[in-house]
């Protein structure tokens, strides 16, 4: 019944939902997906500004207030979508959506800021204010922001400014003194959220960022995530050295802390032996390099874990030297072809140059 309407919302075809909702003026807020989304946050997820802009001035306030089967409202898709203007249509209409949560509880300052759209992160931030956002929400917009290249927008103390990269750390040191001045009643979430933060930045390789928060919470070397894995199980599996040279750091802990194995039964030399994110391995380029890149990583982590580790069997029954060569085998074989390849060009160079020297050489005697 409702997919005209869910066309023209997706093509922003106003005249023709105009025409719809005439015949069914209750279908203006009605969910008419499988994902509970009302026509408005169809048309908002595809930036059809003018769309938008017709449907807000149908529908009351509340209407802005429906969520999609995610917890999200429109608003949540237009922070996604970057388009400050319809986000500015609908705060005209209800000044409360910035404060309404979405998916896992996050903002939709915070999805702005993930998304890397500038201009939408200093209007919601705007709109927001410093009041109605938690410690856990700065903690989290400070890491969005560092991995999407944002600067951050001021927090606390630091209002209507933009912060460099180590000015952010200098906020990093600030929340971390303001978390372990808490009351013990209020401390214990923080302190869940900063490790989860601890295991963001661990993945995007914010060594500054990491080494400041094992500073401020030297417990947090023994913290581990969902999965069993602690910030150096972590940041072996993402192939970040810098922060895995911390453990050195640390003296016999690094000794315990190399011992845990993860839900799969997986040892830390056997995340090393997992195939890197194709991003991660095309930092050099050629499979013969990355292929090398890869064995010089599990043999670097080979050095620290036990030697007992080195034999023992993840959850598939595979020791981590099983691991790697499986998970490799694809690599491997076209290092092997490019290596070939690579053999075949440089010998035809040097034999085109033989036979050159050979022809031309007798007439250059000559002059």
């Given at each position: 019944m409702?997919?005209?309407?869910?066309r023209a919302a997706l093509k922003g075809d106003w005249e023709q939902a105009k025409w719809f909702l005439n015949r069914h003026p209750s279908a203006e807020c009605t969910k008419i997906t499988k994902g509970c989304e009302t026509a408005l946050h169809i048309a908002a997820a595809a930036r059809h500004t003018k769309f938008v802009e017709e449907l807000v001035n149908k529908i009351s306030a509340n209407d802005l207030e429906l969520k999609n089967k995610d917890g999200n409202t429109a608003l949540c898709f237009v922070a996604a979508s970057g388009i400050t203007w319809i986000a500015e249509v609908m705060m005209n209409k209800n000044i409360?959506?910035?404060?309404?949560?979405?998916?896992?509880?996050?903002?939709?300052?915070?999805m702005a800021v993930l998304l890397g759209h500038r201009d939408m992160?200093?209007?919601l931030y705007?709109?927001?204010g410093d009041e109605f956002l938690k410690l856990e929400d700065f903690f989290g917009l400070l890491v969005a922001a560092i991995s999407?290249?944002?600067y951050v927008p001021g927090i606390k103390a630091v209002y209507e400014k933009k912060l460099s990269y180590m000015q952010a750390l200098e906020l990093v040191k600030c929340l971390c003194e303001e978390v372990m001045s808490q009351?013990?009643?209020q401390i214990g979430d923080s302190f869940i959220i900063s490790s989860k933060t601890l295991f963001i930045a661990t993945k995007?390789?914010?060594?500054?960022?990491?080494?400041?928060?094992?500073?401020?919470?030297?417990e947090f070397i023994w913290m581990v995530d969902d999965e069993n894995r602690s910030l150096f199980h972590i940041a072996?599996?993402?192939r970040r050295a810098k922060i895995y040279s911390l453990i050195y750091s640390i003296g016999a802990h690094k000794d315990l802390i190399t011992s845990y194995k993860d839900r799969g039964d997986n040892n830390m030399l056997h995340l090393a032996g997992k195939l890197a994110p194709s991003y991660l391995l095309n930092v050099v380029s050629g499979p013969a390099l990355q292929m090398h890149r890869e064995l010089l990583w599990f043999k670097e982590v080979e050095k620290i874990v036990q030697p007992a580790y080195k034999e023992m069997r993840d959850s598939d029954n595979r020791t981590p030297q099983m691991l790697f060569t499986e998970e490799h085998k694809g690599l491997a074989k076209e290092g092997e072809d490019w290596m070939k390849n690579t053999a075949s060009s440089c010998m035809l160079v040097a034999t085109l140059i033989t036979t050159m020297h050979l022809h031309y050489s007798p007439q250059l005697l000559r002059c």
């Open positions: 409702y997919l005209p309407l869910y409360n959506l910035p404060r309404i949560r979405g998916s896992r509880g996050v903002t939709p300052l915070y992160v200093w209007y705007s709109v927001t999407s290249n944002l009351v013990d009643s995007f390789g914010i060594v500054e960022f990491v080494a400041e928060l094992i500073s401020s919470y030297p072996v599996m993402h």
